[in-house]
C-alpha cells in the first residue's frame, strides 16, 4: 500500500528517468571499481565489468524513453517486463551462486533486485495512473 501511494505522487516520466540515471551510476560503479568490488562481493571483476558496460545503453534507452512527449505504453511496458527480467536473474544468481558470493555479495544482488523491483513498481503503477 505505501508503494502504491509513493508512486502516485511520482510522474510515469520520473520514475524510468530515475530508473535509468540510478541504473548509469550502478553501471559507472560497476565497470570503474569491478576490481576492488571483486574481493568484497566475492564476484568476478570481468562480470562485474560487463555488467556494467550493459547497464549504460540501458541508461540512454531509458533516458530517450522519459524525453518523449508522451510516454509509449509498449516502451513502458518493456521497461518493466526487462526490470523483472533483471531481478528474475538476480533471484537466480544468488540460487545458483557459480561464483561464491560473500554476504556481502549476496545482500549486495539483493538490494539491487529490491531496488529494481521498486522502480518497476513505480513505473506500472504510473503506467496504470496516465494509461
Known amino acids: 500500500m505505501a508503494l502504491a501511494a509513493i508512486a502516485n ?7 524510468v528517468l530515475a530508473d535509468g540515471v540510478i541504473s548509469g551510476a550502478m553501471g559507472v560503479l560497476l565497470f570503474a571499481a569491478s576490481g576492488p568490488l571483486s574481493g568484497l562481493l566475492g564476484l568476478p571483476a570481468a562480470f562485474l565489468f560487463w555488467v556494467g558496460i550493459a547497464l549504460l545503453p540501458w541508461m540512454a534507452a531509458l533516458v530517450l524513453v522519459s524525453r518523449k512527449e508522451r510516454l509509449a505504453g ?24 557459480p561464483f561464491g558470493m560473500t554476504a556481502l555479495g549476496i545482500a549486495f544482488v539483493v538490494a539491487q533486485a529490491l531496488a529494481v523491483t521498486v522502480f518497476a513498481d513505480l513505473q506500472f503503477f504510473g503506467l496504470k495512473r496516465e494509461g
Open 74 to 97: 509498449g516502451a513502458v511496458e518493456t521497461v518493466i517486463a526487462l526490470n523483472a527480467l533483471w531481478v528474475l536473474a538476480s533471484i537466480a544468481l544468488i540460487v545458483a551462486d
Open 9 to 15: 505522487s511520482i510522474s510515469l516520466r520520473h520514475a
